[in-house]
């Protein structure tokens, strides 16, 4: 477990060391693109290299200054001062920083021009100290929405791994409580369904740490899991399955059926009258479609706090992993057959 925990960490950091090397090498096109336009526009225009060449040359020694301010508040300032509440700091980091930056605009002897020439280079000093201010405010700008998506991203990831986890536990001890009737009944059986539960944990622990899963296991997975859940089922009770799939390689959130399926058995049920589960799984080009019908049987209050919370948990996974393309019905017919039915767009 601690080599598999340390090979997601390093694909992990792999990843985030791809994306700072996008980022920059994007920014940096970007902010090349905006020294280099003026000659550009200018040679397009007038056809003249010598003109474009001062223009470029004009360009970069106003707006050089800021994109080096930029790049080192992206990259330092902001992250390693500012988000760390280093605000004195950050402000004197910033002072020395322009001032080195355009010392060649600041401290340029111009006590020989004319008056008229004096009072407008002092102006383009004020100007180039704003263009200065603002990359400031704009490398703060853009790292802090960068901050806020990453800190929302850790935050659904965490939320996302809490539900998961409720599932196993929850499904662990419906099936050892099957197993555990068995028992009493098939002694040999019980042995086998302690195999399968085996291969169901092996599944459930390990194959869906990850984001998304073949659509193969997961149908693997409720096939197994719903045989267990038939050992409580007795002789009043028919369970029909299909499962039709064109494209098993299909990548889907793991367990994101599991407590539907549970609760189709836990209120399908009923020792007393003929009872109903119907759940199939049909999946065409990008959208799979899972259905489940069930025989209303209602449990009393006390016994559906457990299924209520894993129902409330699929519709919060499926809100966090497919806002906008998933729909959700559920209904109770008049026939007194509870349905459900999600569609995914995958």
């Known amino acids: 477990m601690h080599f598999a925990h340390l090979f997601v960490t390093l694909q992990t950091m792999k990843k985030i060391q791809i994306k700072d090397v996008w980022l920059f090498v994007a920014q940096v096109l970007l902010l090349s693109l905006v020294l280099l336009s003026p000659g550009l526009i200018n040679y397009v225009t007038t056809n003249d290299a010598v003109m474009a060449w001062d223009s470029l040359w004009i360009s970069a020694f106003w707006l050089a200054p800021a994109v080096v301010v930029y790049l080192l508040n992206f990259y330092f300032c902001v992250p390693m001062l500012w988000f760390r ?13 322009i001032l080195l930056c355009n010392s060649h605009l600041l401290f340029k002897n111009i006590s020989s021009l004319p008056d008229i020439y004096r009072a407008g280079y002092s102006s383009f000093q004020i100007i180039a100290l704003l263009v ?19 800190k929302k991203q850790k935050e659904v990831e965490a939320e996302l791994a ?64 719903i045989e267990l859940m038939k050992l409580r089922c007795n ?7 299909q499962w039709q799939i064109a494209n098993s390689q299909m990548l ?47 449990k009393p209050t006390k016994d559906r706090s457990v299924s209520g919370i894993g129902l409330e948990n699929t519709r919060r996974r499926l809100n966090l992993l497919y806002q906008g393309h998933y729909q959700w019905e559920q209904t109770i017919t008049p026939e007194n057959i509870y349905h459900v039915k999600i569609t995914l767009q995958l």
Not at 132 to 149: D, E, T
Not at 182 to 209: F, P
Not at 235 to 241: K, S
């Open 85 to 97: 509440h280093r605000y004195w700091l950050f402000g004197i980091a910033n002072l020395v920083l």
């Open 132 to 150: 200065n201010l603002m990359a400031i405010g704009i490398a703060l700008s853009i790292r802090y929405v960068m901050r806020q998506g990453e």
């Open 162 to 225: 809490w539900l998961k986890n409720q599932i196993n536990p929850h499904f662990l001890f419906n099936t050892l409580n099957n197993i555990s009737s068995l028992t009493q009944i098939d002694a040999d059986k019980a042995q086998d369904t302690v195999m399968q539960l085996s291969d169901l944990l092996r599944y459930a622990m390990y194959e869906t740490n990850k984001p998304k899963v073949p659509l193969e296991g997961e149908v693997e997975f409720m096939r197994n899991y």
């Open 235 to 241: 002789e009043m009770t028919r369970v029909n399955c």
């Open 252 to 298: 889907i959130a793991p367990l994101l059926f599991i407590s539907l399926i549970e609760n189709a058995f836990k209120h399908g049920m009923n020792s007393n009258a003929p009872a109903t589960i119907d759940i199939s799984l049909t999946q065409k080009d990008g959208t799979l479609v899972f259905n489940c019908d069930n025989t209303n049987n209602p």
